[in-house]
């Protein structure tokens, strides 16, 4: 299950230089690239799997661009989405006169309501609700069209300043994921100016738990998807692992726990995710030092073996080699 929020930056060299703080949430909007400069940086960014997931975002603004859908414009695209783009976001208008240059191109169709989700006819094409008075639907209204969870459905709110965080955290309830300026948006938690939305709290209204102390469930993995260990959360310490970029997990005796905060393994995070029913979380790391458990070894399930444990050997061998004279 993908993080609920596609933060959207104004221009590729943004998401670049000042906003990498976002990229645990392993995905992100940029704008179609206007020039061959523009699409070198576009296709660099699709390419680092850092972002995860690059949508781009073509919107011509007249009907004339539309007819003038030239040859030039279908090679960037095409080149863009040969290099990892996960898809490129337009009208149907548009997508329809991609789709006949280039068959099978991954199309995010915008719409202005959920009742024209069901009238494309690419039934399982994810779509975006988009529009100035764009309206958050109703929780059943989605389920209806989201092919039992299939079908990404995203609502654009870059255009949308008034009530802003509160329609954007509902949509996220509605089972929908919000499309949010970079701007709006901030790792902080606490202290936040006005206007601005803390990304924990797109991510929160989700979490489910049985326990009585409220805490979820989290597993940890290492950037190869190896399991570390099994810990748990609160939104405190999600909040704190946001804020710090590193592992900060719910100690059910101590509070807050920065992993190697007294051990030195630390942990730096790649991406936060939810399993299908949300009720476990899931934090992908880059552990360091000794490994994740207190006995000193990568994972609190033992030694990992494989390939994974090849390029460990490998490695070490690599930073440790002795020096020849």
């Known amino acids: 299950m993908v993080y609920p929020l596609l933060p959207s930056f104004t221009t590729t060299k943004e998401l670049t230089n000042s906003n990498s703080k976002l990229g645990f949430i392993n995905q992100a909007q940029i704008p179609f690239p206007q020039n061959a400069d523009e699409l070198t940086d576009a296709i660099q960014v699709c390419n680092f799997s850092k972002f995860g997931k690059v949508y781009i975002n073509f919107t011509p603004s007249s009907s004339a661009a539309v007819a003038e859908l030239d040859d030039e414009t279908i090679d960037s695209i095409l080149k863009l989405l040969n290099n990892g783009a996960a898809a490129i976001i337009t009208t149907s208008k548009v997508g329809a006169l991609i789709k006949a240059k280039i ?6 169709y915008q719409v202005g309501s959920i009742e024209e989700v069901s009238k494309l006819e690419d039934g399982q094409a994810s779509v975006v609700l988009t529009g100035a008075d764009v309206v958050v639907p109703s929780a059943d209204e989605v389920s209806k069209v989201n092919n039992h969870g299939k079908r990404l459905i995203f609502i654009d709110f870059t255009s949308v300043s008034k009530n802003l965080k509160k329609s954007a955290i509902d949509s996220v309830s509605s089972g929908l994921i919000p499309i949010v300026s970079s701007a709006n948006l901030t790792t902080e938690y606490e202290n936040v100016t006005d206007g601005v939305i803390p990304a924990v709290e797109f991510l929160t209204p989700l979490l489910k738990s049985d326990r009585s102390d409220g805490l979820f469930t989290t597993l940890v993995t290492d950037e190869n998807n190896q399991t ?6 609160s939104t405190k310490s999600i909040s704190e692992a946001i804020k710090t970029q590193t592992g900060v997990y719910q100690s059910r005796k101590h509070g807050l726990w920065y992993k190697g905060a007294t051990s030195g393994s630390t942990q730096q995070l790649v991406s936060l995710d939810l399993d299908c029913d949300s009720d476990c979380l899931k934090f992908e790391v880059v552990q360091s030092g000794t490994g994740f458990c207190h006995l000193d070894t990568d994972s609190c399930f033992g030694v990992n ?3 994974v444990k090849l390029e460990k050997v490998l490695r070490d061998r690599l930073a440790n080699a002795p020096e020849v004279d």
């Open 305 to 307: 073996g494989g390939l």
């Open 228 to 233: 570390l260990g099994l810990v748990y959360s």
């Open 103 to 108: 068959p099978n191109a991954r199309i995010v």
